[in-house]
């Protein structure tokens, strides 16, 4: 049953994992997909602005908060619709579910595929949008279909893997493009398709996928490309990302972030070669030259915890996390990350991209 909270305003602080922003106009959570539906179309008939949110966890919102409707889908619902053992098994999700709900499921139930996504915080729903991706493997391996609201045709629709142009942190989702027209049109925070639930193929099968990180397979001592139990895979992964304190855990500041700040840039040759000759390069399928945006960050002179002792700073673990460190606003956050893309550009000529959603804010 829908839930609308109107008498005590809820910030939108409250409901993200970098715990800065201002209030929201209006806030509800939907239980049903019709539920959610029906607030997204009523907000596009009526004008009002809408920020649909899931678990806060890649989001930065202003100290102004959102003047508009915010919608949380509050469902959690995961089930399996086949288990061919040769087509493997589909394993649809609703949008609401808890990520780490999805990545518990598949590994106790030995579905190959997302071991190695474990402890990303958020939902189900936002992966596609961004291609969530960690430690070698991205959602766009193993997501068969996506099926949204279209709010520009007011229908639901299902969108299979081929129509959702993947790539690194983006696809089609995120973009708002037609898949027709390749056309961008602005709707404000939330884009043109409100994800309702996530088809994923995963393989029925005890090891994982094989293991192309270095640094897991290191974890797990084994050869890159080699593979490994589900669980050791989760188990590991969830021990490099709590190293990095990208697990979250309320009693640790350092958690207190929406994860990378930052996405790894892709280069052109020209660009990549102009790098110290220490840089990391990872050629890409598009002809592109990715590097570290952590090594860029800590090779223009910021350590791990930059900004001490706050309100914003590093996080004292990893250098692509900002963090709150008790009592930050929005703007704190946006000034660190401004001296540390300043500080970047200044030292390489590169201009870092933000990762997090920036709502009613600017870089």
């Known amino acids: 049953m829908r839930r609308t909270v109107g008498r005590v305003k809820t910030t939108l602080a409250q409901l993200t994992t970098l715990g800065v922003g201002g209030p929201a106009r209006r806030y509800v959570e939907t239980t049903t ?6 607030v997204v179309r009523t907000a596009d008939a009526t004008g009002e602005p809408l920020l649909v949110l899931g678990g806060g966890s890649n989001v930065l919102v202003g100290d102004d908060g959102f003047d508009g409707v915010v919608v949380r889908d509050a469902r959690c619902d995961l089930g399996v619709t086949d288990a061919s053992a040769c087509a493997g098994t589909t394993l649809v999700v609703a949008a609401g579910t808890g990520w780490a709900a999805v990545v518990e499921h598949a590994v106790g139930n030995g579905l190959s595929g997302v071991e190695a996504l474990a402890g ?3 939902s189900a729903g936002a992966t596609p949008v961004q291609n969530v991706g960690a430690y070698g493997q991205e959602v766009a391996q193993t997501i068969a279909s996506v099926r949204v609201w279209d709010r520009a045709g007011a229908t639901v629709r299902t969108l299979p893997v081929a129509d959702l142009r993947f790539g690194y942190r983006t696809s089609l989702l995120k973009a708002s493009l037609s898949p027709a027209a390749g056309q961008v049109q602005v709707w404000g925070p939330t884009p043109r398709y409100v994800v309702l639930e996530v088809t994923f193929q995963l393989r029925k099968e005890s090891l994982s996928r094989p293991v192309a990180y270095p640094e897991l397979a290191t974890a797990l001592d084994v050869p890159v490309g080699a593979r490994a139990p589900l669980a050791d895979v989760r188990d590991a992964v969830l021990a490099l990302r709590a190293s990095k304190a990208m697990v979250l855990d309320p009693s640790d500041p350092d958690t207190r972030s929406a ?6 840039p892709l280069l052109d040759a020209t660009t990549a070669a102009a790098l110290p000759p220490d840089a990391p390069r990872f050629p890409t399928d598009g002809g592109q030259v990715k590097t570290s945006a952590a090594w860029l960050i800590t090779h223009a002179g910021f350590a791990k915890g930059h900004g001490l002792p706050g309100p914003a700073a590093l996080s004292t673990k990893h250098v692509l996390a900002l963090t709150n460190r008790g009592g930050a606003s929005a703007a704190d ?4 990350a401004r001296e540390v893309r300043a500080g970047v550009h200044a030292r390489f000529g590169i201009t870092l991209t933000p ?3 920036l709502i009613t804010c600017a870089l």
Not at 33 to 38: S, T
Not at 259 to 264: A, E, H, V
Not at 333 to 336: D, K
């Open 355 to 357: 990762e997090p959603v």
């Open 33 to 38: 997909a019709d539920e959610l539906v029906e």
């Open 259 to 264: 994860g990378s700040f930052f996405t790894n």
């Open 120 to 122: 990303i915080p958020g």
């Open 333 to 336: 956050i946006l000034a660190l």
